[in-house]
């Protein structure tokens, strides 16, 4: 299995720029989760999907964040517009779900972002 | 989710024993003991995770306190390739989906 993919895995944008992250879960897993990571915050969870239906996105910051699942195995993080402090490693994860073992997430390698 | 504390940072030297303590006094009977550990640049992956028994795999051994109100993640023999922040984390099983990172322990082996 390749794992959680994820892209790009590098993102340099300006400040008011459209940025999209993706992310492609591990076969069969029926969550997905985005986080992001900086140094100041540590590791955060912004929102979770089950089947392809949003679960919790009560960590999503504000409303220039969004994101979508249209398919199992397929799902975008947008920020519009972006800014500086968005700036972070944003990681996108899976799980099986079922049974505390289904629990275990596996994480992508994260896309680093920086806001100019 | 209720709270853990671990050290800031530890020192382990290369193939020594490494006991990584994990603190939860206000656990509650449901909640799992969770283990990941996060290796520079990568995202964090999954070490190990237990109930009330002691617990291993290839990875590592999980032993917990009888009243489990502590954990000890223990590597038995450190290499260069385990210097990671380690986050200990408690879930109750089947409540919700999403695991609380807090800051973790970060480990450096010195060869």
């Known amino acids: 299995d390749a794992g959680v993919i994820q892209s790009p895995r590098h993102e340099v944008t300006e400040m008011g720029q459209e940025v999209t992250l993706r992310c492609k879960p591990i076969?069969?897993?029926?969550?997905l989760f985005w986080y992001r990571q900086t140094m100041m915050r540590g590791l955060e969870l912004l929102i979770y999907?089950?089947?392809?239906?949003?679960?919790?996105d009560s960590g999503m910051p504000e409303d220039r964040f969004s994101a979508k699942m249209p398919n199992a195995s397929f799902s975008t993080l947008k920020i519009q517009p972006s800014e500086p402090r968005d700036s972070a490693v944003y990681f996108c994860?899976?799980?099986?779900?079922?049974?505390?073992?289904?629990?275990?997430?596996?994480f992508g390698p994260g896309t680093r972002l920086l806001v100019l | 989710d209720a709270k853990t504390t671990q050290p800031n940072s530890m020192e382990s030297n290369e193939e020594e024993p490494v006991h990584l303590p994990c603190n939860h006094s206000?656990?509650?009977?449901?909640?799992?003991i969770h283990w990941y550990r996060q290796l520079p640049s990568q995202g964090p992956e999954y070490v190990i995770h237990?109930?009330?028994s002691n617990v291993n795999n290839r990875m590592a051994s999980l032993a917990i306190a009888e009243d489990r109100k502590s954990s000890t993640l223990i590597l038995h023999r450190a290499t260069l390739r385990d210097a990671a922040v380690y986050y200990c984390i408690l879930r109750e099983y089947n409540y919700g989906q999403n695991f609380v990172f807090g800051p973790g322990t970060r480990l450096s082996v010195l060869p």
């Open positions: 994860a899976s799980s099986r779900g079922m049974g505390v073992n289904g629990e275990t997430q596996y």
């Open positions: 237990g109930l009330t």
């Open positions: 206000t656990i509650s009977g449901t909640d799992y």
């Open positions: 076969s069969g897993h029926d969550y």
């Open positions: 999907f089950n089947n392809n239906v949003p679960i919790d």
